[in-house]
C-alpha cells in the first residue's frame, strides 16, 4: 500500500521538502536529496512523493521532522496494525506494531522521510529518484 503526495520541492536550512499545500514539510532523505540536487534546478519543482506504509514510522511523541497527523482509524493485522491518520486533505497509512495505542482523533507524529520513497515529476510523470 502506497501514498503518495502532491508538492513543490522547496530548501531549508540545506534541506530539501516537499511542501504539501503548505500545510505540512516532509522532509526528502538526503540520499534521494543529492540525487535530486545532481540534477540541478530542482528547488520550486511540483512534485508527487510516494511512500509505502511499511516505510512510515509512527510516534506519539513530537520528533524533529515527523509530520502531525490525526488518527481516523486501525486496523489489526495479525502482529502489527495500520494506522489511518490525515493531516487536512491529506490521508496516509502507516504500519505500527499491534501493542501502539491507536485513539480515534488522537494526534501522532509520522516519519515520512525514507530511501525507499519516490519522487515523481508532475509535468512528465517521470520518476526522479
Given at each position: 500500500?502506497?501514498?503518495?503526495?502532491?508538492?513543490?520541492?522547496?530548501?531549508?536550512?540545506?534541506?530539501?521538502?516537499?511542501?504539501?499545500?503548505?500545510?505540512?514539510?516532509?522532509?526528502?532523505?538526503?540520499?534521494?536529496?543529492?540525487?535530486?540536487?545532481?540534477?540541478?534546478?530542482?528547488?520550486?519543482?511540483?512534485?508527487?512523493?510516494?511512500?509505502?506504509?511499511?516505510?512510515?514510522g509512527v510516534n506519539l511523541?513530537?520528533?524533529?521532522?515527523?509530520?502531525?497527523?490525526?488518527v481516523f482509524g486501525s486496523e489489526l493485522?495479525?502482529?502489527?496494525?495500520?494506522?489511518?491518520?490525515?493531516?487536512?486533505?491529506?490521508?496516509?497509512?502507516?504500519?505500527?506494531?499491534?501493542?501502539?495505542?491507536?485513539?480515534?482523533?488522537?494526534?501522532?507524529?509520522?516519519?515520512?522521510?525514507?530511501?525507499?520513497?519516490?519522487?515523481?515529476?508532475?509535468?512528465?510523470?517521470?520518476?526522479?529518484?
Open positions: 500500500m502506497s501514498e503518495y503526495f502532491g508538492g513543490v520541492i522547496v530548501e531549508k536550512n540545506a534541506k530539501l521538502f516537499v511542501d504539501v499545500s503548505g500545510q505540512s514539510l516532509i522532509p526528502i532523505d538526503p540520499s534521494i536529496s543529492d540525487t535530486l540536487r545532481a540534477q540541478g534546478g530542482i528547488a520550486g519543482r511540483k512534485v508527487t512523493y510516494g511512500i509505502r506504509a511499511e516505510d512510515v511523541n513530537q520528533l524533529d521532522g515527523f509530520v502531525n497527523f490525526t493485522m495479525d502482529a502489527e496494525q495500520f494506522v489511518y491518520a490525515m493531516n487536512g486533505k491529506e490521508r496516509i497509512v502507516a504500519r505500527a506494531p499491534m501493542t501502539f495505542p491507536t485513539v480515534l482523533q488522537q494526534g501522532v507524529w509520522m516519519n515520512l522521510s525514507s530511501p525507499n520513497a519516490h519522487v515523481f515529476d508532475n509535468e512528465s510523470g517521470q520518476s526522479l529518484v
